[in-house]
């Protein structure tokens, strides 16, 4: 099989993922609306009430859709966790002749279109019902290229943490002793800067999470640059970040698939 | 007999978790204050209020224990609803004791074990903040007697799901519809009296949601500020809230168990 043969078996599967996708998009259009406006109102009119400024409503409600995709990435881990004990899909996508990336890469770019489906909306909804409340300043490739390195992070770190841990250890474990403290220290609910101005070395601390280069980059993109983190730094850290979980993401895989017969890359 | 026949069954509840009790121990009593402390209570009122961040830190960081609380109880019941689903084991356990020991013993176990696990809690985030947590008025006693009531509420709440849900693959959504909105309603970020500032009209229906009795038990219990209703109103609240949903729950699960 030549490259386009292995791609064309790869586009179909691609598009395999959208056709389950969108079986549950009517579901899952409800479950983010009512996430969107649970976000909306608390940062954007009950955050301020309690003493929150007025300009750190947009910020803080992209912050809330990060959590939010955090949530979704966490959701669909644990059902393809589950999936990997019964129905084995990614056991099925593994054993086709096709080459050992495109087995892989299908999961992989699946769980990411499953999330940014429902981050996409959430984000525009309410960036811009709130959008009288900041002054935005869209940088739209950066944007783009923040959403897409954002997504592929997301879904790289819940492919492996599905194929590291047992369905009971990711269920139990994985919220506390990862997301927990990356949602906690990750700048979601608060800016890089306004920590920087308190204490510089307790910020600098704050950057070893990959999490705040994730918020800090999409707040770089619809915010003036000079109030996040440089957004080179931004970029290069999570492009980085995720060459290294690709690596770490096909010996999980393969580890845990267990495969009969070695396959090639190519 | 029936005590006995509902201590038997939770024994057996204890031998399936007793395995994983260190480790829910370690993530849930060590792991998960030490982060949401340092961020609720320190960080995220820095970067959230400025200047006035050290004054409104326990506020923030009170509200959201709320949501750790609502997770424990979750996952507590998440045992039950596996067994609903899981074939026959609950209907076993029917046949050979009855419906009400099995239900006593499951319920009780939950409200034991997720008392237990929010129990260090708030001690561990004080321990680690000391002075940069600010509870001037924190009573022990009116803090654990809420914590009490939230964990009957919380638990009777998910029970209520548990027999209400179809299958196992509407959990997700239960979790983002049906229990979402009320934390943040109820007080996860913004106590009553910041929501009510600016929605004043909404007072009438704000109060109609139990967990904003819970968030604001806790702030009254460590900050002892007028700004929040008082913990008898809290507690009261909170046990007849539990009652309703618990009484509901036993309703719906006798329904769904096929018991000959």
Known sequence: MNISDHLSIGWHLVRREAYVAVRSLKTDAIDVSVMILSAVFTFGYFMPGMGMPSALCVPTYLGAVVVMALFFGYTRGGVMSIDLNAAKTMHFYTSLPVSLWVSLGVPLI?????????????????????????????????????????????????????????????????????????FSFGCLFFTWQAIARVSSSVAQLLLLNPMVHLIEGIRGAVFEPAHSLPFAMTSVVLAGLSALLVAWYAYAATRRLELVVQKGSS | MFISR????????????????????????????????IGFAYLAPIGLFGAAGPDKAAELFLGSFL?????????????????????????????????????????????????????????????????????PHLSWVSYYWILF??????????????????????????????????????????????????????????????????????????????????????????????????VAAYGMLRRRIVVV
């Open chain 1, 110 to 182: 699946g769980s990411m279109l499953r999330i940014m489906l429902l981050t996409i909306p959430a984000g525009a909804l309410g960036v811009w019902w709130l959008s009288d409340q900041s002054v935005l300043v869209f940088s739209w490739w950066r944007l783009l290229l923040m959403v897409v390195l954002g997504h592929l992070f997301l879904a790289l770190l819940f492919m492996i943490a599905l194929f590291r841990l047992t369905t009971d250890q990711y269920y139990g474990d994985l919220w506390p002793r990862l997301l927990g403290p990356m």
């Open chain 2, 6 to 37: 509902v201590a038997v069954l939770m024994l057996r509840e204890w031998y399936r978790c007793k395995h994983g009790a260190w480790r829910d121990m370690i993530n849930y009593s060590l792991l998960w204050p030490f982060s949401a402390g």
């Open chain 2, 67 to 135: 949501i750790q609380a609502a997770v424990v109880c979750f996952m507590q019941t998440l045992a039950v609803m596996r067994e609903r689903f899981s074939p026959a084991m609950l209907e076993y356990h029917v046949s050979v004791t009855s419906f009400s020991a099995v239900f006593c013993a499951r319920f009780l176990f939950s409200i034991i074990c997720a008392f237990c696990l929010l129990f260090f809690y708030i001690p561990v985030v004080k321990l680690l903040l000391g002075g940069r947590l600010a509870t």
């Open chain 2, 149 to 246: 009531c939230v964990v009957f509420c919380i638990v009777s709440y998910m029970y209520f799901w548990a027999g209400f849900i179809g299958s196992m693959r509407v959990l997700g959504s239960i979790w983002k519809r049906g229990t979402e909105p009320f934390l943040y309603l109820g007080g996860l970020w913004a106590p009553a009296y910041a929501i009510l500032k600016v929605f004043p009209s909404w007072s009438p229906y704000l109060w109609l949601n139990p967990f904003l009795y819970a968030s604001e038990g806790f702030r009254q219990a460590a900050l002892g500020s007028e700004q929040f209703a008082s913990i008898s109103t809290c507690a009261s609240v909170l046990l007849v809230a539990g009652c309703l949903l618990s």
